[in-house]
């Protein structure tokens, strides 16, 4: 990923140059300059090209005057332009810029805060997991080191960066979680890792089996039972909110599923290797706290990821096994493939009996439902407070991370009916994200609280403007901004 710096409007000699410009309206600035410089080549190649300034569009042109190549990139109309524009300009960037080491982009369009989030979208989109490549061409690798953002206020632009940084490397901590293999990143691992958030003041508190038995977690302990690799649960505190303001906590709830095999109720072979990125929900909520915490936010925000590896063996759970989750309810297990919710009630239950939240917002790769319902456009979003789902529903619209809200009911609730306990972990094909949303809700305790089924935005199959293909870290911003906006003055 390259560094970016923020400076004064000046001409690069020689280089890549990066001109951002507007649908419709004349070159200004330094690109006005480039193509004085050109000779008028410049505005005869966009031209040719059909580069309208459109948002969205790009061009790449070569040893046009003396810069190796010159990258127009469009904003879209000025009266229109907004973070998400601006970021996706930056997502355009760094693609075009791979093989070159150091660039300079005209930004002059943009005020301050625009300017950062062209340098955050630059961030987000050139990102790679390569941790495991090791006979990578050359050639193949990306080289840009340095991106120099021309603004016309350098220090507002830095000042604007400062806090994006830190949620982009709660974005990285995300997608590195998600991409690692599972045989490297099981609960333990993924616990000693959460513990990096302490260099950033946030407090974390792992605990394993033995805890976890005296806290009751029948439900969560029933899951991991299958496996070599004990269960965790990791608490992580921030406590931002200034001295004085009494503030009770945002509790956010991840399911961390490191790998999932269906457990007895086994997976078909076929993409299976993809159940590594079952602990996305848990991905999302360390990421976000490591956001939260490097912006160094003015909140007191609680997270809590429950950690485990669903295997088959002489000792997992079988279907028809009845288990006792923290809250004291019994659960039937049908399937033992639907293993996130037991992992989530006996969490939650705890959540909300340690903490006493303002509300509880979980994030699950939890059904394979919510793809069918949604595709991969949108989160599946349940909740029993009509408050908290919208502040969540427009948490996301303003960072592109997309919620749809589904319903719940007493008619689905009754899907989960057991004829020998209090419920059983599914309630057939008919409804499946719903009904275990409703299984979910049974732990809440009558807490505001929002369910993020995020199965079909965990991962993507292709590059977008600011999220290559791969792990997406889907609800890190979100929760960001929600806190932002819902738990944070001024």
């Not at 070599?228 to 992580?236: D, F, L, S």
């Not at 908290?388 to 899907?415: F, N």
């Not at 979100?478 to 932002?484: K, S, T």
């Amino acid at each position: 990923m390259p560094d970016i710096a923020f400076v004064k409007p000046a001409l690069p000699r020689s280089g890549a140059l990066v001109l951002c410009m507007t649908e419709g309206d004349p070159p200004a600035g330094l690109a006005r300059e480039a193509e004085e410089a050109s000779g008028g080549l410049l505005a005869r190649a966009l031209e040719a090209a059909g580069f309208k300034g459109r948002k969205g569009q790009a061009t790449t042109l070569y040893a046009l005057g003396p810069w190796s190549r010159v990258v127009a990139v469009g904003l879209g109309k000025a009266a229109e332009l907004s973070a998400e524009a601006a970021e996706a300009a930056g997502g355009a960037i760094a693609p075009a810029l791979a093989q070159e080491r150091e660039a300079t982009v005209a930004a002059e369009a943009l005020d301050a805060r625009l300017a950062a989030h062209l340098g955050l979208g630059a961030l987000l989109r050139g990102w790679r997991f390569d941790r495991y490549r090791t006979k990578e061409k050359e050639e193949d690798k990306p080289k840009l080191e340095r991106l120099a953002i021309a603004t016309g206020n350098v220090a507002a632009a830095k000042s604007e960066f400062a806090p994006l940084r830190g949620i982009a490397d709660g974005v990285f901590l995300a997608r590195e979680l998600v991409s690692e293999p599972p045989n490297v990143l099981h609960p333990v691992e993924f616990a000693e890792r959460c513990k990096g958030l302490e260099r950033l003041g946030v407090e974390v508190e792992v605990m394993g089996p033995k805890e976890l038995k005296r806290l009751g977690f029948g439900a969560m302990l029933g899951v991991a039972q299958g496996s070599a690799h004990e269960a965790r649960m990791v608490v992580m505190q921030w406590k931002g909110a200034p001295r004085g303001r009494k503030q009770k906590p945002l509790a956010l709830i991840g399911k961390g599923v490191t790998f999932d095999t269906g457990g007895i109720s086994i997976k078909p072979a076929g993409g299976m290797e993809d159940m590594k990125w079952d602990m996305a929900g848990a991905g999302a909520v360390v990421g976000a706290m490591a956001a939260i915490a490097g912006r160094k936010a003015k909140a007191d925000v609680v997270g809590l990821v429950g950690l485990v590896e669903n295997m088959p063996s002489g000792t997992a759970q079988r279907p028809g096994d009845v288990v006792k989750t923290a809250s004291g309810q019994t659960v039937e297990v049908i399937n033992t493939d639907a293993e996130g919710r037991l992992v989530l009630a006996d969490v939650m239950w705890y959540c909300q009996e340690r903490f006493d939240p303002r509300g509880m917002v979980d994030l699950a790769t939890l059904t394979g439902a919510i793809i069918i319902a949604l595709g991969h456009e949108h989160a599946g979003l349940f909740s029993n407070d009509e408050a908290l789902a919208q502040q969540v529903i427009a948490a996301g619209a303003s960072v592109g991370e997309k919620c749809w809200r589904m319903p719940l009911g007493d008619a689905y609730d009754k899907q989960i009916k057991s004829d020998i306990a209090d419920m059983k972990n599914v309630g057939g094909r008919p409804g499946g994200s719903i009904t275990a949303a409703q299984f979910l809700q049974r732990f809440t305790n009558g807490k505001p609280w929002v369910h993020l089924d995020i199965a079909g935005t965990a991962w993507s199959s292709k590059d977008s403007a600011t999220v290559p293909k791969g792990a997406t870290a889907f609800g890190v911003r979100l929760l960001d901004r929600l806190v932002a906006e819902t738990m944070e003055e001024g």
